[in-house]
């Protein structure tokens, strides 16, 4: 009832914009006076963003796949081993804000990388074996993933995970050219890794002395670059290699 005085002692005019703005308002909210319908439309558009971030990935590992089937043959060992392809699609899945969407343009990316290169394998002069295609895509669907998920990480994961992370995936790439003897692949996880911890020693400093921060940062990396080098030369030493 006080309102309704307080709206009657206004002139008209500006007691009906007081009407309006209220009538706005109570549109806007639900019945539980939280945010309603005006609360939708962002969520949909994220929704829609991340599925324009996988579709783009996907289409990204597409087109790098078919392009390197292509490649000249004294590139192409370098081109079509794992190393390589893990490098792609984190670095896609870097662009992702989240952990969840970066997981998802990982999975994408590395999935086109490896359906890309063998589809357009088939019109090649000299196709890949069906055996080489059932091996190493199955492969690319399981490390597609934990390359995305180390990718969220570094962008938006806890401190130790991004640290992992920032160890993990250079190590990858240092592990696989020892097995192979790649030399520049060798330069590109250790400049990666280089890269990598600076970024992470930042951010960890926000939370931890600054004193510490390097020390620890730079400690759980090369353990984690050291475990997957040593899991992966291993892995390619005994099972692509034997």
């Known amino acids: 009832m006080a309102q309704k005085d307080?709206?009657?002692a206004l002139p008209p005019a500006e007691a009906a914009a007081v009407s309006l703005r209220r009538m706005g308002a109570s549109a806007a909210q639900s019945p539980e006076?939280?945010?309603g319908m005006a609360a939708a439309p962002p969520k949909a558009g994220r929704a829609v963003r991340a599925a324009l971030g996988v579709l783009a990935a996907l289409v990204i590992g597409l087109a790098i796949g078919a392009v390197t089937?292509?490649?000249p043959s004294d590139v192409i060992a370098a081109s079509t081993s794992g190393g390589p392809w893990v490098l792609v699609s984190f670095l896609v899945a870097l662009t992702a804000a989240g952990i969840a969407s970066a997981t998802a343009r990982?999975?994408?990316c590395m999935a086109g990388l490896a359906i890309g290169y063998y589809a357009v394998g088939t019109f090649h002069t000299i196709p890949p074996s069906s055996d080489m295609a059932r091996f190493w895509i199955p492969v690319a669907l399981l490390i597609g993933p934990l390359t995305g998920l180390a990718a969220g990480w570094i962008r938006s994961g806890p401190p130790l995970l991004a640290q992992i992370a920032a160890g993990g995936i250079p190590g990858v790439?240092?592990?696989e050219s020892i097995a192979e003897h790649h030399r520049l692949e060798m330069l590109v996880g250790v400049a990666m890794m280089a890269g990598l911890?600076?970024?992470?020693?930042?951010?960890t400093a926000q939370q931890i002395p600054a004193a510490q921060a390097p020390a620890r940062a730079?400690?759980?990396a090369l353990a984690a670059c050291l475990?997957?080098?040593a899991v992966t030369a291993s892995w390619y030493l005994g099972i692509v290699l034997a």
């Open 6 to 8: 307080l709206l009657a």
């Open 33 to 35: 006076g939280r945010p």
């Open 69 to 71: 089937e292509w490649f």
């Open 106 to 108: 990982g999975t994408a």
């Open 173 to 175: 790439l240092i592990g």
């Open 197 to 203: 911890l600076a970024w992470q020693t930042r951010r």
């Open 218 to 220: 730079l400690a759980v």
């Open 227 to 229: 475990a997957a080098g």
